[in-house]
């Protein structure tokens, strides 16, 4: 217990300081604070200059509540309990291996250092697009996680800032059902990440960005804000009960496994879901509803 203690303990006073140079000394080209802004600034600059609803102000409906989760989600949960939850898990499993005789390097496929490093990047990709894909599909298919889900689902006007507007618990499943995939595939240098990750981040605010683009032919393998609008729908298609494009980067995936959904421009369609006009609006009652919400189902019952 007292390892795990000081595992917590480090990874709150190693954040802390590591956020601390982020903003105070960004000297690196891969700094996530000031890489998150320019990608925003960005997008938000070609919301304005070319948007999709001409009618939707640049300053949307809710527009500074998603600001304000996406700056939350990005940095501060990390500092609250993400980073240190990650650490102690990692190491809990490393505890539970170790019972049976194994290390985590001895779960590795390949060492993804002997690759080119262009090959190695895109397994990870590949690999991680994936398994969230997945991910994705879980939380729209059982009410305990769909309950989590509506807080991204309740955005009534899309945005770039919409991509990170989601609760607490949703990263802390989509990394838990990513490590020992990644960790199978073996270690990656922090740039070589932070290249896939910028390009993540970059392609998740173009989705729900106020753009009509769709990439010609290449919507096939990325997600874009022509299709990714549809997987806000509010109004499900018949016999798609649990949702549609759930493409994060890619939308490789839909089409392959028939989950794809376009019927027509969805420019002007009703987003959220049903019951959405109950939801809280607020950033603490949006993240307490999974927990109000169980509460009273067992009331009920």
Avoid at 61 to 89: E, G, H, P, Q, R
Avoid at 280 to 297: A, G, H, R, W
Wanted: net charge negative; glycine share 6%; aromatic share 20%.
């Amino acid at each position: 217990m007292e390892k795990y203690l000081d595992i917590i303990k480090n990874a709150y006073s190693g954040y802390w300081n590591y956020l601390k140079h982020e903003i105070l000394f960004p000297n690196h080209w891969e700094n996530y604070f000031y890489g998150l802004i320019a990608i925003s600034l960005i997008v938000w600059l070609l919301e304005i200059i070319v948007p999709w609803r001409k009618n939707q102000s640049a300053f949307r409906k809710d527009f500074w509540l998603d600001t304000f989760y996406m700056f939350f989600n990005f940095f501060l949960l990390n500092l609250i309990v993400f980073i240190a939850l990650s650490n102690s898990a990692a190491e809990f499993f490393n505890d539970i291996l170790s019972i049976i005789g194994l290390k985590l390097a001895d779960l590795e496929l390949f060492d993804v250092d002997a690759l080119p490093k262009w090959l190695g990047l895109f397994i990870f990709f590949i690999v991680s697009d994936f398994v969230q894909w997945n991910t994705h599909r879980l939380l729209h298919r059982f009410e305990f996680l769909w309950n989590f889900h509506k807080v991204h689902h309740s955005v009534k006007e899309m945005g770039f800032a919409a991509h990170l507007r989601y609760h607490w618990m949703e990263p802390v499943l989509y990394k838990s059902l990513l490590y020992i995939p990644i960790a199978i595939i073996g270690g990656f240098d922090a740039q070589d990440v932070a290249i896939v990750h910028f390009f993540n981040i970059s392609i998740g605010h173009l989705n729900h960005a106020n753009l009509g683009w769709d990439y010609g032919y290449l919507k096939y393998i990325f997600n874009n804000p022509k299709m990714h609008i549809w997987h806000h729908v509010k109004q499900l298609p018949e016999g798609e009960r649990f949702g549609v494009n759930f493409g994060l980067t890619l939308s490789i995936w839909d089409y392959l496994f028939k989950t794809d959904y376009i019927p027509h421009d969805g420019r002007d369609i009703e987003l959220g879901f049903e019951g959405d006009e109950h939801f809280p609006t607020d950033f603490v009652s949006q993240e307490l509803y999974p927990i109000i919400q169980k509460k009273n189902k067992t009331k009920k019952t």
